[in-house]
């Protein structure tokens, strides 16, 4: 929600900086005309204001690339720590999983720690991530009940696991297989059948 209204306040920016330049131009080339003409009797005034006409239509377009590029390179740069901080969140659930899966038990410690990266999740993960991670928590509730898990329990939730595993990567990684001719379905099947091949 406040990055969609940091974006709508941008827009407003823009449009002020906009009509403010075309006044300034309109303006100053109003006014630089009327110069022109009274100039017309001394020798050189009209080429000096010519240039000064020419200085200004440089700095003017200038200020308002360097501002556009500033522009460009914050949202960038706010993208990729955004991303860092996603990797960091979804690095830390699947270490944990490991943990606890690995040991076949799970302690109070452990619950509280994932209860604080539901958190973070609840931060930084896309919608389908989040659909994902609750159906895969419903999953995992049911294994861990009794502080301890099964064979089954364990295929389950590393069932569960690969399909939440799955919608991680979309989020992080969706754009990039798109553009390089991977279909969602296709990553999806591979996923699961490497998860699958595991749990045997």
């Known amino acids: 929600m406040r990055r969609l209204e940091k974006m709508t306040r941008l827009r407003r920016q823009d449009a002020l900086y ?7 131009v309109a303006g100053g080339y109003l006014w630089l005309r009327a ?17 000064i006409l020419g200085i200004v239509a440089t700095v003017l377009i200038t200020a308002l690339l360097l501002n556009k590029q500033t522009e460009v390179e914050l949202e960038k740069e706010w993208s990729l720590k955004f991303t860092e901080l996603k990797v960091d969140i979804y690095n830390s659930l699947l270490t944990l ?45 049911r294994a861990s009940s009794d502080d301890a898990y099964s064979a089954q329990e364990v295929r389950e939730v590393q069932e569960a696991l690969a399909r939440l595993t799955t919608e991680i990567r979309k989020d992080l990684l969706g754009e990039s297989d798109a553009a390089a001719g991977y279909s969602e379905e296709r990553v999806d099947a591979q996923i ?9």
């Open 192 to 200: 699961m059948a490497n998860a699958r091949k595991h749990l045997r």
């Open 18 to 24: 906009l009509l403010l330049s075309v006044m300034l």
């Open 97 to 141: 999983l490991e943990e606890v899966l690995a040991s076949r038990r799970i302690s109070d410690a452990e619950r509280l720690r994932l209860q604080f990266i539901t958190h973070r999740l609840a931060l930084v993960a896309a919608p389908n991530v989040l659909e994902e991670y609750q159906r895969f928590l419903e999953v995992f509730d």
């Open 35 to 51: 110069a022109y003409r009274v100039a017309e009797e001394w020798p050189f005034t009209q080429e000096v204001l010519l240039v």
